[in-house]
């Protein structure tokens, strides 16, 4: 059968979602606990890849196993296995064809950022501090550009395929404040490399002056001698939900 798992992490101490040699990665725990449990080697295939020190409250992985138990008992004989910042909070099975990456229609991704002014211990690890000042007014006006197909490559970091397009499509960026919080929120079909974090990086610059909505604009239409937007650091990411047509399926179906 194949089964699907909504899986929550800190990212803190992982570099990144995909296995990669001699370093930890979430994708090695995932399988590394199904192991255990099925006497299975398996490999997993996720929604999105995220970069190092990213967070996920709604990572979709799915995986082929001949194990029979039901969705219940993976979710917890897994959490048991899986250390204490990873998570798996649904298991569901799917058809044989479900794949987690190509058949979702949106993600949405969360960049949390503190405005306090002194440093908060307690959401150092799941928030950037960027410091008081931000004018929430300018940022949302240039949040809207954001919106649409546009080619983000002035967005994007390194390539996996230096030929790769980088035309997107994203449907809503919005930004809400609360107290010293403010969080943007991005949902696209799907995002290049560092893209939501050079986003934020965009608006956070126009909230306290140093770029202008109108230069956002000109990121975004590639106009000749528009600037590059810079990168905001991993801790303030979070993959927060991916999105499917009949997936997780809905209770009483």
């Not at 440093?119 to 809207?144: F, N």
Request: with cysteine; net charge positive.
């Amino acid at each position: 059968m194949r089964l699907a798992l909504i899986v929550e992490y800190d990212g803190t101490a992982y570099s990144g979602y995909q296995y990669q040699n001699n370093v930890p990665s979430i994708q090695e725990e995932l399988e590394k606990a199904i192991t255990r449990l099925t006497r299975e080697n398996t490999r997993v295939s996720g929604a999105g890849r995220t970069d190092a020190g990213v967070h996920a409250l709604g990572q979709v992985v799915a995986f082929d196993t001949e194990a029979e138990y039901p969705p219940e008992t993976f979710v917890k004989a897994l959490n048991y296995y899986l250390p204490d910042d990873i998570a798996v909070r649904e298991a569901h099975r799917v058809d044989p064809g479900f794949d987690p990456r190509r058949m979702a229609l949106s993600r949405l991704y969360i960049y949390r950022m503190y405005t306090g002014a002194t440093r908060s211990p307690l959401i150092r690890r799941t928030t950037y501090r960027v410091g008081a000042g931000l004018k929430l007014k300018r940022m949302r006006i240039a949040a809207r550009h954001l919106v649409g197909v546009h080619d983000f490559a002035g967005f994007a970091g390194s390539l996996e395929w230096p030929d790769a397009s980088t035309v997107r499509e994203i449907f809503e960026a919005r930004l809400r404040s609360k107290g010293d919080e403010i969080t943007m929120e991005i949902e696209g079909s799907a995002f290049l490399p560092h893209q939501v974090r050079r986003m934020a990086g965009a608006l956070v610059d126009v909230g306290f002056g140093r770029l202008s909505p109108s230069e956002v604009l000109a990121m975004v239409d590639r106009r000749p001698g528009a600037a590059v937007a810079r990168s905001l650091p991993p801790q303030g990411l979070c993959l927060s939900r991916v999105n499917y047509s009949n997936f997780p399926p809905k209770v009483g179906a």
